[in-house]
Nanobody
Framework: VQLVESGGGLVQPGGSLTLSCVGS????????MGWYRQFPGKGRELVAR????????EYADSVKGRFTISRDNDKNTLYLQMNNLKVEDTAIYYC???????WGQGTQVTVSS
């Protein structure tokens, strides 16, 4: 199982970023997938997760209305569209497959003026 994230970077407050995660080594469409983030000195927390078809999505209260999780099973890709970013969104973002506890390498998102 391999998960590879991309799309992180530096953005100003109020800006947008889209993260992508390509999965390989497993049947992507068979699994719930999620985005998680980790702040310095803290544990990893759930940002959003999505069921196998994309019909059910769940968000952390702190990102509701600003972030959108989606997936393209034909491309084995998970996305996180992040709008109206805040300084407090600064973290390392991980793509994860909860079943089996698989994670990507993480991508840094920094929100700063």
């Amino acid at each position: 199982v391999q998960l590879v994230e991309s799309g992180g970077g530096l953005v100003q407050p109020g800006g947008s970023l889209t993260l992508s995660c390509v999965g390989s080594g497993f049947t992507f469409s068979f699994y719930f997938m999620g985005w998680y983030r980790q702040f310095p000195g803290k544990g990893r927390e759930l940002v959003a997760r999505i069921d196998m078809t994309g019909g059910s999505r769940e968000y952390a209260d702190s990102v509701k209305g600003r972030f959108t999780i989606s997936r393209d099973n034909d491309k084995n890709t998970l996305y996180l569209q992040m709008n109206n970013l805040k300084v407090e969104d600064t973290a390392i973002y991980y793509c994860g497959r909860p079943t089996g506890n698989y994670w990507g390498q993480g991508t840094q998102v920094t929100v700063s003026s």
